[in-house]
């Protein structure tokens, strides 16, 4: 009797032990599933819409012609002139040294304007010019001075609409004596060129905005509202239309590329919270995800849905194969993807995975499958539906992008893109990026790589695709998330 009693209080003991190892992975792996499976789900907190206003972000735009090479410009405080009164503009001290600058542009802050125009801007700045001598650095102040620029062409201030302006600088002019030049700052609101080529496509949903970035000069150079919160979007560039999906009202927003006006929009039929879309662009067949995992596809010329379907449990990413004709699903919770029929909807094939799968990419006849619990990615060979490898990248890897010879690996936990040439199925280089590295696109015609970055001061690092280096910075003061090239 007292044996079993002690080898009961035994088995007791290990069991209790075995279950409390078994709960705490469980805690962790489900902490790290929710946490890569919803990581776009953050938001920031911003400022109340103010009805009847417009909401107007203000950029630093630095011109690099002449010889000034190491200037440093100080802005203290900005003032816009909104009709006939000049309004603060609220915006923390700006510092720019032409010197260590790999950016072209700098946000300097946005802000709610009721009126109908902005007419000018004000604003109050120290200069200072580096030079470098035997003795060490010794540097020119210029003494703080206000400088008033009227626009040409006032800025409509449209209710609910997003604007840009735009404060040009040119450091060469600034540091002419006895005083600053007044020649060296001049302004400017976006959409004064409507150009429609080499033109970068950014999604900020906390701020219902899209912003349009020139993918040669690293530039914002306009932006339009988007309401209900903004994701992914497409580029029709045949027809010269971005689509965009706009979570919370259920919808597809259409809009011309030149001019930005909306199209009809296309609502999505019995979705409930559509948080993801890819489109065939061939058909011009939109294919969305919604919260309770239903796939539907939707036709975007007449507007009308084709077909629905359950995927699994907690499917969050749809990638289209061209060279097969399917589309691949990936399943949180299932730990599978899903080789779905394009037309029907209807689950043809899965593969099972060892953790969650997030972002998916067809690459030949190879399917690429992002783990981010296992900082992981899988490669699967669709014609021989066998796995080839796996292969360890960063912490957290979410999202793919693919040019003619390179896979590129985000990784969202340590801010770093993991770089895979050809089909060596291993990662050649590694590049720091930032802090939560999200969407990326590829600009094929000027060889650059998009990748969005950040949270509520987020940006896109732009990152040479033949030297595989970081060239440049797009600062937008805002969480960036879907991205798309129309070149």
């Avoid at 306009?222 to 965009?244: E, H, I, Q, W």
């Amino acid at each position: 009797m007292r044996l079993n009693m002690a080898f009961s209080r035994v088995s007791i003991r290990v069991l209790l032990r075995f279950n409390v190892v078994v709960l705490l992975a469980c805690l962790v792996g489900c902490a790290s599933l929710n946490k890569f499976a919803e990581i776009d789900n953050n938001t920031c907190e911003t400022p109340f819409a103010v009805a009847g206003a417009a909401n107007v972000s203000v950029f630093l735009n630095i011109a690099h012609q002449g010889a000034a090479s190491n200037v440093s410009l100080k802005i203290s405080s900005i003032e816009l002139l909104v009709d006939d009164l000049w309004v603060p503009f609220t915006s923390s001290v700006a510092e720019v040294n032409t010197g260590n600058a790999i950016s072209h542009q700098k946000f300097l802050g946005r802000q709610w304007l009721k009126g109908q125009f902005c007419r000018g801007i004000r604003l109050k700045v120290a200069i200072a010019k580096l030079s470098h001598s035997g003795a060490g650095d010794a540097s020119l102040t210029v003494s703080p001075s206000d400088s008033e620029i009227i626009l040409q062409n006032p800025l409509a201030l449209e209710p609910d609409s997003r604007k840009v302006l735009f404060l040009e600088w040119n450091p060469a002019k600034s540091i002419e004596r006895p005083e600053p030049n007044a020649a060296a700052f001049s302004a400017y609101s976006g959409g004064t060129s409507r150009i429609s080529s080499n033109l970068l496509f950014v999604t900020c949903p906390d701020i219902d905005t899209v912003y349009v970035v020139g993918a040669d000069k690293f530039q914002v150079v306009d932006a339009f509202a988007v309401n209900g919160r903004p994701s992914y979007l497409a580029v029709d560039s045949a027809n010269k239309r971005t689509y965009v999906l706009a979570e919370s009202q259920n919808k597809i927003m259409p809009y011309d590329i030149p001019t930005h006006f909306p199209g009809s929009e296309i609502v999505v039929s019995l979705a409930n919270s559509p948080n993801f879309m890819v489109v065939k662009n061939t058909s011009k067949i939109a294919y969305v995800l919604d919260a309770q995992g239903v796939l539907t596809s939707i036709d975007l010329v007449s507007g009308n849905m084709i077909n629905r379907n359950r995927i699994g449990n907690g499917p969050n990413y749809i990638s289209y194969l061209d060279n097969y004709n399917k589309l691949a699903v990936s399943s949180t919770y299932d730990h599978t993807v899903y080789l779905v029929n394009p037309d029907s909807l209807a689950v043809e094939d899965s593969i099972v995975l060892n953790a969650a799968p997030l972002g998916l990419l067809g690459w030949k006849n190879y399917l690429y499958i992002a783990q981010g619990v296992t900082s992981s990615v899988s490669i699967y060979d669709l014609n021989s539906r066998r796995f080839l490898k796996s292969i360890h990248v960063g912490f957290g890897p979410s999202r793919f992008v693919a040019t003619s010879n390179s896979v590129y690996v985000a990784n969202y936990g340590d801010g770093t893109i993991s770089i895979m040439q050809g089909e060596q199925f291993g990662v050649s280089k590694e590049v720091t990026i930032g802090k939560h590295v999200r969407e990326m696109a590829v600009a094929e015609k000027q060889r650059l790589l998009f990748v969005g970055e950040g949270d509520c001061d987020g940006s896109l690092v732009v990152l040479d695709t033949t030297a595989n280096q970081v060239v440049g910075r797009v600062e937008l003061g805002a969480r960036p998330l879907g991205l798309a090239v129309n070149e």
